[in-house]
């Protein structure tokens, strides 16, 4: 039995999900906090455990989206080796919106992927609400054959909380 402890700077982290590229490295996506709010975080190890230096520089990815607080809840890895990660971004008090950012395969944002939905789009990281002015939670994320993501989750209007299922690409 072996396990990983990894600091991810001051404060709280925590991962939510986890996914295996086909050349074995090991993705894992959560949150952490930088600069006293919480971002998205992806961390690449080595199968031996180690992170992973050729990720990032330093193995581990910060994303701020927007400015405002996120968190990534799911994870997943494109047949062209591409990390997407997925979550809630608040925009608007306490309700959220769903955010997609893409990382390239060695770590950067991918700046071809994004969707242009003010006031929470940018130019890597797709953010949308399915129903506008609703808290919108993601629980599950599968990239399909075709490329196509397909999506799980919930949203909530008042005290009325709603599966959600969608496919974007």
């Known amino acids: 039995t072996s396990m990983v402890v990894t600091n991810v700077g001051s404060g ?5 999900a986890m996914a295996i590229q086909t050349n074995g ?10 600069s006293e709010q919480s971002v ?14 050729t990720f990032a520089g330093s193995g581990i990815s910060r994303v701020d989206v ?3 607080n996120a968190w990534a809840q799911v994870v997943g890895v494109e047949s062209q080796g591409r990390i997407v990660t997925g979550g809630s971004v608040e925009y608007s008090g306490s ?3 769903l955010a997609f950012p893409r990382h390239t ?3 950067g944002l991918d700046p071809s992927f994004g969707i242009q939905d003010p006031p929470y789009g940018d130019n890597s990281v797709a953010s949308f609400n ?3 002015g609703n808290d919108e939670r993601l629980t599950g994320l599968v990239i399909l054959p075709n490329g196509r993501y397909l999506i799980l989750g919930t949203t909530t209007s008042g005290n009325q909380t ?3 299922t969608g496919c974007f690409n």
Do not use: C, H, K, W
Request: charged share 15%; no cysteine.
């Open 162 to 164: 709603d599966m959600m």
């Open 12 to 16: 709280a982290s925590e991962v939510m």
């Open 40 to 53: 998205f975080t992806v961390a690449r190890y080595l199968s031996n455990g180690n992170l992973d230096s």
């Open 130 to 132: 399915v129903v506008p």
């Open 95 to 97: 309700r959220r919106a």
């Open 25 to 34: 490295r090991i993705v894992v996506a959560g949150s952490s906090y930088l």
């Open 105 to 107: 395969p060695s770590g």
């Open 66 to 68: 927007i400015g405002q």
